[in-house]
């Protein structure tokens, strides 16, 4: 699996998604990042491979604690990938708003517009 795919699968959990809001705020522990949710540590710790193996966070160990890190790299190309089909579709959406300028009837002088409805 490539790189941007394993990026979206790892973001497709909202277990994962919530760890990366929670390192966000700054690096965390194991311990730490199981708090909040109810599931094992040995469940947690596959979320964080998932996580780690998509470049999302780094883990590394502190004496006898185990923390994670966020990767804002990581999501560079998601982000990238994204913004590309956000220009095409802006692009494409400004094309069909002058189009629809261009073609847009015009009233004629003189004759009020019966399909225009004055508010």
């Not at 490539?2 to 919530?18: I, Y």
């Not at 690096?27 to 996580?51: D, N």
Request: aromatic share 8%; hydrophobic share 35%.
């Amino acid at each position: 699996m490539d790189m941007l795919s394993r990026t979206f699968s790892a973001l497709s959990d909202p277990t994962r998604r919530a760890i990366l809001a929670r390192l966000a705020n700054g690096g965390a522990t194991v311990g730490e990042l199981a708090e909040p949710f109810e599931m094992s540590l040995p469940a947690v710790s596959r979320h964080l491979k998932m996580l780690t193996d998509a470049g999302l966070i780094e883990r590394h160990t502190e004496a006898q604690w185990r923390r994670c890190e966020l990767r804002g790299e990581g999501l560079r190309a998601a982000a990238d990938w994204i913004e590309h089909y956000r220009k095409f579709w802006e692009a494409s959406f400004d094309r069909l708003d002058a189009f629809l300028r261009d073609t847009e009837p015009k009233p004629k002088k003189g004759k009020p517009n019966p399909r225009r409805k004055d508010r």
